[in-house]
């Protein structure tokens, strides 16, 4: 069974930074897609960023519009983990982020959440004015 842990969470100031880390088990990790998302309250769960499978398609890249230029998505096959780092962070990037693991091997960018079947538990993120 398929599990991913998200953490490095938290409060910063708005202009800081973060760093988000989700760590997967249970699947070859390195075939699929994986994705960052998040929600705000009283919002729906919007995409964030995602990064394709590095074993196909060269670890492609692609972010939302509200986030490009500030936040940079990575992953490390060995340690079966994925990363958020946040710059730059703005108060309406306060959420709760997700990182999830595509349904489909291979190296297409997905931003759907129906694309994905496995979800970590979620990290908050609050930056304060």
């Known amino acids: 069974q398929v599990q991913l842990v998200e953490s490095g969470g938290g409060l910063v100031q708005a202009g800081g930074s973060l760093r988000l880390s989700c760590t997967a088990s249970g699947r070859l990790f390195s075939l699929y897609t994986m994705g960052w998302f998040r929600q705000a309250p009283g919002k729906e769960r919007e995409f964030v960023a995602v990064v394709a499978a590095i074993s196909r398609g060269g670890g492609n890249t692609y972010y939302a519009d509200s986030v490009k230029g500030r936040f940079a998505i990575s992953r490390d096959n060995d340690k079966n983990s994925v990363y958020l780092q946040m710059n730059s962070l703005k108060p309406e990037d306060t959420a709760v982020y997700y990182c999830?693991?595509?349904?489909?091997?291979?190296?297409?960018?997905?931003?759907?959440?129906?694309?994905?079947?496995?979800w970590g538990q979620g990290t908050q993120v609050t930056v304060s004015s």
């Open positions: 999830a693991v595509s349904k489909y091997s291979g190296s297409y960018l997905y931003t759907k959440e129906l694309d994905y079947d496995v």
